[in-house]
């Protein structure tokens, strides 16, 4: 046995571990959010943030910040936890596959195009995606919005079925066809090809073209074998496509094989460039080949959009390329890639890693910006080993045979450069085609937007299981009365009631009460198992359902114990877990419902900050622009204030710094005054623009405080974890001791 003096020496070691181990907890923690702030500020800066299509939306008033939709999301850092929950960083990456909303637990985010009533970049269409106003005129896929190789799928169907059922309506009544074509498809990418399918397989005739060399529209332009995120789809002539990835080739040689077995009528190099109607009513499509007369024609043109050209001399040669499909058919080649997006970096570190090639990436900005972390690395890497060659502040002139030219700095530092050169790859993006919709009669204006259903909130998922626990726990009331003259008794007169042997925590109605809480407790347990992204889908079912099932099972299996013990916490293993039982339902019951209010409070004050900055940046542009800086100096004078008493290590430092700050505060304010009269800022503005520093240093303050607090609240995560561990242990102490040594007799004549 231990003696009570080695445990009361082991005490004070154990309790200085774990505050020394929390204390370096926080400061990474505080050190990440303080990363995942600074990401957010740069991606609003670089445009990043704002998404463009549909993107996670997260209600913080039930976000727990569990990171599951972090984990989930495939993407690069389109979410991140800023202040203990949720936040949309870069919100441009994302593509809609919507698996951070089915993996939150707390029903906290529902994947949409947001605020539709300002956005004049979706088109308006009607619910057969016919576009409104334009009869005939069908719009299917990415153009509508709505991202995803399977909602491309999805309404490439929807457009044939509807062309269908007009052709169906309004038959030739004079015996000849009005039209050459009933359908013509312009694009071959998901919604093109599953458009023609279906046409095929309806037997509408119909012709597709696409302005691209190949088949497969963005999939076709995707890295070589990316993996392509999927839900299962139904795909027309071929059956259901099952899987939840795919490898690009996957599914690019799936269309051809598709568009070679049932001979589809594809012809590809062909552009569109406007399309009219004609005075017979039918639409006229005026392509690079000539005009196409058709009486329905679906635009599945995606939102890419035509290649940007740079307008230089010898953009024309045939060694110049606006994609690059295969880098490995590039070899000992000297090869300018032009761009600093993500593709323009991924073609270049691609090219640069084949043997013999000698890669430059020109880019006009002085470095990247917007570029996912991965890419950062790899052309970090790649300019490191001597790989890649990147001229920034650089812009192509000219593009001769045998080599480029250059036009490098500004300025006085400006000059020319040329360098030998056998290809040349521009990621100059692309015109989106929404000129090309207008001129078509496609109308862009929220107001001819048919009104969208609003998303019903379908609630935490918590009602059912709360209500569940509610009316077991009113069972057990009621059973606790029935049997009160027993259960008011004490332990030592209870021994002698008649009850005492049916009612014990041993008798036949407390073991299967043991029973049945050691079921419950596994079947809790199965909820960590659901939500590990590796074993999770051998489980099924949606986290959601799997969070009230954890606190149904929870509620239900304190219940069955309390009872098991016949109400009453004895000073044995099986009390002790009981206790610990108790704490870890309340903190499950703080993390669950409390915690979200705080977090948010802190995300709340950082958005009235970020509008605080930017009204601080509005005000001093003027006298930046006049050369007077002195708006840039303030800003900067409050950063370094706020910020040096805002991620400090400790809370006491963060005290110190608070106070100490008032007093720098002032001082600061007094020589940015005496400053501002030296620079003939005039009083009024000078004084507004003061007030609104010191409110910016309140509120970056304020923040800090939130922060604290909902740093002492985030703590329910580790008593809920740990103590359930302890109460684990405990009961399995408790299960032994109890086989062991408690009056079991009855179960022998039970089985006999
Ligand atoms: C980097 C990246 C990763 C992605 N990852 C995934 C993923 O993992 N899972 C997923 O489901 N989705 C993903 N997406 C989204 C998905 O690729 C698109 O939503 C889908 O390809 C849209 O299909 P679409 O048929 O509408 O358009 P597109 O595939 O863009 O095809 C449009 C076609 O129209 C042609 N076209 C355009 N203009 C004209 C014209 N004027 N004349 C003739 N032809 C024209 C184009 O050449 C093109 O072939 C990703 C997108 C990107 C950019
Ligand atoms: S509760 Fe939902 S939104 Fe919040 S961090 Fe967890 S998964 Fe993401």
């Known amino acids: 046995m231990l003696s009570s003096s080695w445990i009361l020496s082991a005490l004070p070691v154990l309790a200085l571990s774990l505050a020394c181990a929390l204390l370096l907890r926080r400061r990474a923690e505080l050190k990440r959010f303080s990363d995942s702030v ?9 445009g990043s943030h704002a998404a463009r299509l549909q993107h996670p939306n997260i209600d913080l008033s039930k976000c727990i910040g569990c990171g599951l939709c972090v984990a989930a999301c495939p993407e690069d850092g389109v979410l991140d936890i800023v202040y203990g929950q949720a936040v949309v960083v870069h919100g441009a990456r994302c593509v809609g596959h ?29 619910a057969d995606f016919e576009a409104v106003g334009v009869p005939g005129l069908f719009l299917a896929g990415e153009i509508t919005g709505f991202a995803l190789v399977r909602t491309a799928v999805t309404q490439g169907v929807a457009v044939a079925d509807a062309v269908a059922r007009r ?8 015996g000849k066809s009005a039209a050459p074509l009933d359908l013509l498809i312009v694009g ?58 795919y490898q690009k080739e996957e599914l690019i040689d799936l269309w051809y094989q598709l568009k070679d077995k049932h001979g589809l009528p594809i012809e590809t190099g062909v552009r569109v460039a406007g399309v009219a109607r004609r005075a017979d009513g039918l639409l006229a499509a005026s392509t690079s080949i000539g005009n196409i007369v058709a009486k329905n024609i679906c635009l599945a043109l995606g939102r890419r959009g035509t290649p940007r050209k740079l307008g230089i001399p010898g953009e024309e040669l045939p060694k110049v390329s606006y994609s690059l499909l295969d880098v490995e058919s590039y070899r000992d080649l000297n090869i300018l890639v032009v761009g600093g997006g993500d593709s323009a970096v991924e073609a270049a570190v691609g090219l640069s890693s084949q043997p013999g090639n000698r890669v430059t990436l020109s880019y006009r900005k002085k470095a990247f910006f917007r570029l996912k972390s991965r890419n950062i690395v790899a052309i970090e890497n790649a300019i490191q080993r001597g790989q890649l060659d990147c001229i920034f ?15 490098v700095g500004e300025g006085e530092r400006a000059r020319t450069i040329s360098i030998p050169n056998g290809e040349v790859f521009i990621f100059a993006g692309g015109i989106p085609p929404f000129e090309l919709l207008e001129k078509a009669g496609v109308s862009f204006d929220p107001a001819d937007r048919p009104a969208v259903v609003e998303t019903v909130d379908k609630g935490t998922g918590l009602l059912v299981p709360l209500c569940l626990a509610l009316a077991c726990a009113i069972g057990m009331m009621v059973w606790t009365h029935w049997y009160g003259s027993y259960y008011e008794l004490g332990a030592y007169l209870r021994a002698m009631s008649p009850m005492h042997d049916y009612l014990r925590p041993a008798g036949p109605f407390g073991l299967v009460l043991a029973c049945l809480a050691c079921a419950l407790f596994i079947w809790n347990l199965l909820y960590l198992v659901r939500r590990s992204l590796r074993w999770g889908s051998f489980l099924g079912g949606s986290l959601k359902v799997w969070m009230g099932s954890h606190v149904f099972t929870g509620l239900f299996a304190l219940l069955c114990v309390l009872a098991h013990s016949g109400f009453t916490i004895k000073n044995t293993s099986g009390g002790h877990a009981l206790i610990a039982l108790f704490i870890v339902v309340i903190a499950g019951s703080i993390g669950r419902y ?16 970020d509008t605080l900055r930017s009204e601080l940046a509005a005000l001093s542009a003027d006298w930046d622009r006049s050369g007077r800086n002195f708006g840039v100096q303030v800003r900067r004078e409050i950063d370094r204030l706020a910020g040096s008493a ?42 507004h623009f003061l007030d609104l520093a010191r409110n910016t240093y309140r509120l970056t303050l304020q923040t800090s405080h939130f922060e604290d607090i909902r740093a002492i609240l985030a703590t329910w995560r580790y008593y809920h974890r740990w103590l359930a561990v302890l109460m684990v ?24």
């Open 167 to 174: 052709l169906a309506a309004r038959p030739n009544t004079n």
């Open 594 to 609: 409390l915690y979200a209010f705080v977090p948010r409070a802190v995300n709340g004050a950082e958005a009235n900050l």
């Open 393 to 407: 502040e650089s812009e192509p002139t000219e593009i001769r045979e045998d080599a480029v030219v250059l036009a």
């Open 646 to 687: 805002r991620w400090r290590g400790s809370f006491f430092e963060r005290i110190y710094a608070l106070i100490n700050g008032q007093f720098r505060l002032r001082r600061l304010v007094r020589e940015l005054r005496e400053e501002a009269r030296r620079e003939s800022v005039p009083d009024d503005e000078a004084r």
């Open 188 to 245: 071959s990418g998901p919604a093109g090809v599953a458009c023609a399918l279906r046409a095929k397989e309806l037997g509408i005739p119909y012709q597709m073209i696409d302005q691209a060399e190949r088949l497969g529209g963005t999939v076709a332009c995707y890295p070589r074998r990316k993996m392509v995120m999927t839900q299962p789809v139904d795909l027309p002539l071929h059956g259901r496509l099952p899987r939840l990835t």
């Open 98 to 126: 919507a698996r951070c909303a089915e993996a939150c637990p707390a029903a906290a985010i529902a994947v949409t195009l947001g605020d539709l009533s300002k956005r004049r970049d979706l088109p308006a269409v009607q």
């Open 729 to 752: 242990l405990l009961a399995l102490i408790h299960i032994y001791v109890a086989l062991r040594f408690a009056d079991l007799a009855w179960l022998g004549h039970v089985t006999r």
């Open 38 to 46: 600074r990401e957010l500020s740069i991606a609003k800066e670089h």
